[in-house]
């Protein structure tokens, strides 16, 4: 019987064939310990061999995924070799074996068991935890020469069910033989729903208990777009969804073949379309999909990658590559954005993270601001590959002039050091601020003095504007940015902007959306940032439709006073002005 289960849609696309259900992450192996004495210098050994064998494994993962033109995708593997190869994670290992007389294995699965266990009262070392079990997993492989899944060498083509999948299982996925995955638990912004973004791997998590109920081998259909998975799909919506994967194909190629065409309205007015990126080698999308440049570099994931804090060198190597690649292209690079649902490990600076409320806490600019030495390498390595191109920075998660004007004086300061040193960098580049904190967006007048430009970031912007969790999916119904007060909000910074010749561009996930595309235009938005595969479609958009349409459209929805009824006029407009079905 034909069963659909919904849960969050992480990277778009149908993927149609018969379930491969990776075996629980957490099943244990039993106690089991050494007889003898003797045994240990052998069973030593076979931890050694063991870790060797892992080391190597993940090295060639990592040459495989670099000469993927995916060096970021990289560096979480070299993480995981740091990891392996700490040497106080060896000494638990050893010191089970050698004084508990356990053997390899369960030394192995109880150090690991001891070691996740601790990560996960530290919420903020969450995501660490799939790498670590990706790590254990590997090492028991190595030990116990057991046939572990190997998503890498598939026999056939299949979609993939489990539990959870660390960011290393899908980064090393056959991607001939591997059409999608589905997993039980997961959120759009962990590792492993950006590698299955930038590998285009259709993906829904936070399935429930979908890898427990379903049998190996039955057939799945699995909708990245929308978020479903249905199992023992009827022949009707087999061919239903054929039909769908076919279509989102070719519409796929249509738009693509068409995405280095500007944005113009019909009635002549030019749109400047960009791309959202979290790591360098994103750049090659962001030129494949016709961007007008890098609206949004999320830098997170230089943190997070990263074993400690990375150097000034660390961040140049990837800032200056950007903006090599980009050829001109302005590229906007966001500084240091962590904290709340951007988790990562700073070694000496978990105290961040004990915070009870972090969505309101010392996070963003706060934090670069206590941490001076941390945010100067990041702004001298902004500035330094400001030579390169046209860069901007943005300053994340401001709320206050104050802020704004701090750290303007540390670039200015950083600038003149620069500048002694003989280091080039571009006097001229512009800082601009991200409007998302609502005491930001409501007084956005008293930031025109202050700030080059301004991005709108919806995402947080409707998060702290209705008090809604934008992670928490209990409450996901409830994230609206097509709220009355999100719009009304928009409305203000735009118009506000504007009439003080400060130049706005919206980098939230509404951006992309085509639902609000024509509506963002007529508020008089000229610069939308959007992740790279949007792109095409978001310019197809502007280029079907007329500036005085859109005017119309965002003066219609103005006056309406409930999500829904902006949702249904914004729904009606696109179906009438665009043929779009939404
Ligand atoms: C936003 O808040 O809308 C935004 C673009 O930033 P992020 O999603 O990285 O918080
Ligand atoms: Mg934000």
Same mark, same amino acid.
């Given at each position: 019987?034909? &069963? +659909?289960? =919904?849960?969050?849609?992480?990277?778009?696309?149908?993927?149609?064939?018969?379930?491969?259900?990776?075996?629980?992450?957490?099943?244990?192996?039993?106690?089991?310990?050494?007889?003898?004495?003797?045994?240990?210098?052998?069973?030593?050994?076979?931890?050694?061999?063991?870790? %060797?064998?892992?080391?190597?494994?993940?090295?060639?993962?990592?040459?495989?995924?670099?000469?993927?033109?995916?060096?970021?995708? %990289?560096? /979480?593997?070299?993480?995981?070799?740091?990891?392996?190869?700490?040497? @106080?994670?060896?000494?638990?290992?050893?010191?089970?074996?050698?004084?508990?007389?356990?053997?390899?294995?369960?030394?192995?699965? #109880?150090?690991?068991?001891?070691?996740?266990?601790?990560?996960?009262?530290?919420?903020?070392?969450?995501?660490?935890?799939?790498?670590?079990?990706?790590?254990?997993?590997?090492?028991?492989?190595?030990?116990?020469?057991? *046939?572990?899944?190997?998503?890498?060498?598939?026999?056939?083509?299949?979609?993939?069910?489990?539990?959870?999948? &660390?960011?290393?299982?899908?980064?090393?996925? !056959?991607?001939?033989?591997?059409?999608?995955?589905?997993?039980?638990?997961?959120?759009? &912004?962990?590792? &492993?729903?950006?590698?299955?973004?930038?590998?285009?791997?259709?993906?829904?998590?936070?399935?429930?208990?979908?890898? $427990?109920?379903?049998?190996?081998?039955?057939?799945?259909?699995?909708?990245?777009?929308?978020?479903?998975?249905?199992?023992?799909?009827?022949?009707?919506?087999?061919?239903?969804?054929?039909?769908?994967?076919?279509?989102? *194909? =070719?519409?796929?190629?249509?738009?693509?073949?068409?995405?280095?065409?500007?944005?113009?309205?019909?009635?002549?007015?030019?749109?400047?379309?960009?791309?959202?990126?979290?790591?360098?080698?994103?750049?090659?999308?962001?030129?494949?999909?016709?961007?007008?440049?890098?609206?949004?570099?999320?830098?997170?994931?230089?943190? /997070?990658?990263?074993? %400690?804090?990375?150097?000034?060198?660390?961040?140049?190597?990837?800032?200056?590559?950007?903006?090599?690649?980009?050829?001109?292209?302005?590229?906007?690079?966001?500084?240091?954005?962590?904290?709340? $649902?951007?988790?990562?490990?700073?070694?000496?600076?978990?105290?961040?993270?004990?915070?009870?409320?972090?969505?309101?806490?010392?996070?963003?600019?706060?934090?670069?601001?206590?941490?001076?030495?941390?945010?100067?390498?990041?702004?001298?390595?902004?500035?330094?590959?400001?030579?390169?191109?046209?860069? =901007?920075?943005? +300053?994340?998660?401001? @709320? @206050?002039?104050?802020?704004?004007?701090?750290?303007?004086?540390?670039?200015?300061? /950083?600038?003149?050091?620069?500048?002694?040193?003989?280091?080039?960098? !571009?006097?001229?580049?512009?800082?601009?601020?991200?409007?998302?904190?609502?005491?930001?967006?409501?007084?956005?007048?008293?930031?025109? !003095? +202050?700030?080059?430009?301004? @991005?709108?970031?919806?995402? !947080?912007?409707?998060?702290?504007?209705?008090?809604?969790?934008?992670?928490?999916?209990?409450?996901? *119904?409830?994230?609206?940015?097509?709220?009355?007060?999100?719009?009304?909000?928009?409305?203000?910074? /735009?118009?506000?902007?504007?009439?003080?010749?400060?130049?706005?561009?919206? #980098?939230?996930?509404?951006?992309?959306?085509?639902?609000?595309?024509?509506?963002?235009?007529?508020?008089?938005?000229?610069?939308?940032?959007?992740?790279?595969?949007?792109?095409?479609?978001?310019?197809?958009?502007?280029?079907?439709?007329?500036?005085?349409?859109?005017?119309?459209?965002?003066?219609?929805?103005?006056?309406?006073?409930?999500?829904?009824?902006?949702?249904?006029?914004?729904?009606?407009?696109?179906? $009438?002005?665009?043929?779009?079905?939404?």
């Amino acid at each position: 019987m034909e &069963t +659909i289960i =919904k849960g969050i849609p992480v990277s778009q696309g149908v993927a149609i064939g018969p379930a491969y259900v990776l075996g629980s992450v957490e099943s244990k192996l039993p106690p089991s310990y050494l007889s003898d004495e003797e045994m240990i210098p052998g069973e030593v050994e076979r931890f050694q061999q063991a870790v %060797g064998t892992a080391q190597a494994e993940i090295e060639e993962l990592k040459s495989r995924v670099q000469s993927e033109a995916m060096q970021d995708v %990289g560096s /979480i593997f070299e993480a995981h070799i740091l990891i392996l190869s700490d040497p @106080s994670l060896h000494n638990e290992v050893l010191r089970r074996i050698q004084r508990n007389r356990m053997t390899a294995e369960y030394a192995v699965q #109880c150090t690991f068991g001891e070691y996740v266990r601790g990560l996960k009262g530290k919420p903020f070392l969450n995501p660490r935890i799939n790498d670590i079990q990706d790590i254990e997993r590997r090492l028991l492989k190595a030990i116990l020469g057991r *046939h572990y899944e190997e998503l890498h060498s598939l026999a056939r083509e299949v979609v993939v069910i489990a539990h959870d999948l &660390t960011p290393s299982q899908t980064a090393g996925m !056959d991607r001939e033989r591997i059409l999608g995955f589905a997993t039980d638990i997961g959120g759009t &912004t962990g590792h &492993t729903a950006i590698v299955a973004r930038a590998r285009e791997l259709p993906a829904v998590v936070g399935l429930g208990s979908v890898s $427990d109920t379903i049998q190996p081998g039955t057939e799945v259909i699995l909708d990245g777009s929308r978020g479903i998975l249905i199992i023992q799909p009827t022949e009707s919506t087999r061919e239903t969804y054929e039909k769908v994967r076919s279509d989102f *194909h =070719k519409f796929g190629a249509e738009l693509l073949a068409e995405a280095s065409q500007p944005a113009v309205t019909l009635d002549g007015c030019r749109v400047h379309v960009q791309g959202n990126i979290e790591f360098p080698h994103e750049s090659e999308s962001v030129l494949k999909n016709g961007a007008d440049g890098i609206g949004l570099y999320r830098t997170e994931f230089i943190y /997070i990658d990263n074993q %400690g804090v990375p150097d000034e060198e660390t961040h140049f190597a990837a800032y200056s590559r950007v903006v090599k690649a980009l050829g001109g292209r302005p590229v906007t690079i966001r500084t240091l954005d962590l904290g709340s $649902d951007k988790a990562f490990q700073l070694q000496d600076h978990d105290r961040l993270y004990l915070e009870k409320n972090p969505g309101l806490g010392l996070r963003a600019v706060r934090y670069c601001l206590a941490n001076p030495d941390i945010f100067r390498a990041q702004i001298r390595a902004i500035c330094r590959a400001s030579a390169f191109g046209e860069v =901007k920075m943005i +300053i994340p998660m401001v @709320s @206050s002039r104050e802020e704004v004007q701090k750290v303007m004086r540390m670039v200015r300061s /950083i600038q003149e050091r620069l500048a002694d040193e003989g280091i080039p960098y !571009d006097p001229h580049m512009k800082v601009g601020i991200m409007v998302e904190v609502p005491s930001v967006a409501i007084t956005i007048d008293q930031f025109c !003095d +202050i700030s080059e430009y301004f @991005s709108i970031g919806t995402n !947080d912007l409707t998060q702290y504007l209705l008090a809604v969790d934008r992670t928490n999916e209990q409450v996901a *119904h409830i994230f609206r940015p097509d709220h009355p007060s999100v719009l009304r909000v928009l409305k203000y910074v /735009i118009e506000t902007a504007k009439a003080n010749h400060v130049p706005v561009s919206l #980098c939230g996930e509404m951006a992309g959306d085509p639902l609000f595309v024509l509506y963002l235009l007529g508020l008089g938005l000229r610069t939308f940032s959007v992740s790279p595969p949007q792109i095409p479609e978001v310019k197809k958009i502007i280029r079907s439709a007329s500036l005085t349409a859109a005017e119309k459209v965002a003066d219609d929805v103005a006056s309406l006073s409930s999500a829904r009824d902006v949702r249904n006029c914004l729904r009606a407009a696109a179906q $009438d002005l665009l043929g779009l079905k939404i």
